[in-house]
């Protein structure tokens, strides 16, 4: 599959003086209410718990803990994390339910892999229905369900499914996910997510999703695969009347966060590039200065992290677990 490329401004490049821009720089009403939208999508879609079911894709894919391997061998199993070999394995707790895979989730390092400590923040059970449980072999279903053990009662905070349609030429492998993620806190909100994906036969993936309730958006990424080692991400809303849209360039893991950059447009006019290193957020207007007015740079990194992290922490580990697309 052909990918986009894009022109993404290297912001230390562009901050070759000293000078920055203090004043407002972002043309949009109502931008505390913006910056509080954004801080309450991001921290749906980037929970300790999702964030470890990331982390512990591609483990569970090496261990052949994935869709194409999975039968009822695994069932009412428990995945665990073996800190020195930095592996997943196979364990059997109680109370685990007989017809799911129990992934047991934790803190992550610096690394962006699970901590030694082995601190639990969760849990996750995956349902599955694939040619080894009863299924067609060229179309099948997978739930992720994800807990907080640390909230009363084992709260759900994020749940998904993924439908798998028969393959054929035109498409690969094409599937469909339906997320919801909880409020994180009183009073929060629900996001609901509708993410078809695309993965030609041999290809990349493409996912191109939208929102339902509280604010809605459409969201794009593509994901590493056998001709990339890049992923890219997007979205596209409006914001009292405002049409705003972010493109990335390509972005790396680290840390366990995609970093790189991406280009914001309003109104189909070009107004700031933002990116994300491992140490934070930079922000620049269109003329290179770099941007310190805290409001406009708070908004600009909810601008470059929603997209991103929903292409980390939900379709990520999907493309990997259900597909195998890594």
């Not at 590039?273 to 409001?295: C, E, L, M, P, Y």
Request: aromatic share 10%; hydrophobic share 45%.
């Amino acid at each position: 599959m052909a990918r986009r490329l894009f022109t993404v401004a290297v912001l230390a490049a562009l901050d070759c003086s000293d000078s920055t821009s203090s004043a407002r720089s972002l043309p949009l009403t109502h931008i505390d209410e913006l910056a509080a939208a954004l801080d309450t999508i991001d921290a749906g879609v980037s929970t300790p718990q999702l964030r470890s079911m990331s982390a512990l894709a591609l483990p569970m894919h090496a261990a052949g803990l994935d869709f194409r391997h999975l039968d009822s061998s695994v069932l009412g199993k428990t995945v665990e994390w073996n800190a020195l070999q930095r592996a997943v394995f196979l364990t059997t707790r109680p109370a685990t339910p007989s017809n799911v895979l129990r992934v047991t989730l934790y803190e992550l390092d610096n690394s962006g892999l699970p901590a030694p400590s082995k601190v639990e923040v969760g849990y996750a059970y995956v349902e599955w229905l694939n040619e080894f449980t009863g299924g067609r072999p060229d179309s099948a279903y997978m739930r992720f369900t994800l807990f907080d053990m640390r909230q009363p009662f084992s709260a759900v905070v994020g749940a998904w499914d993924v439908w798998r349609l028969p393959a054929d030429t035109a498409c690969g492998q094409c599937a469909t996910i339906h997320a919801e993620m909880n409020p994180t806190a009183p009073g929060g909100q629900f996001i609901g997510l509708i993410i078809p994906y695309r993965i030609p036969l041999g290809g990349d993936g493409a996912f191109s999703g939208a929102s339902i309730g509280y604010v809605g958006f459409v969201q794009n990424a593509t994901l590493p695969g056998p001709a990339a080692t890049a992923a890219t991400t997007g979205w596209a809303f409006s914001w009292y009347g405002d049409s705003v849209r972010t493109t990335s360039g390509p972005l790396q893991p680290s840390a366990g966060e995609l970093i790189g950059g991406a280009d914001v447009t309003i109104n189909g006019q070009p107004v700031a590039g933002v990116s994300r290193t491992a140490s934070g957020f930079v922000a620049a207007d269109k003329d290179g200065h770099v941007i310190t007015n805290q409001t406009d740079a708070h908004v600009l990194a909810g601008l470059f992290a929603v997209p991103a992290d929903i292409a980390d922490y939900i379709e990520w580990p999907t493309f990997v677990i259900f597909y195998c697309g890594c």
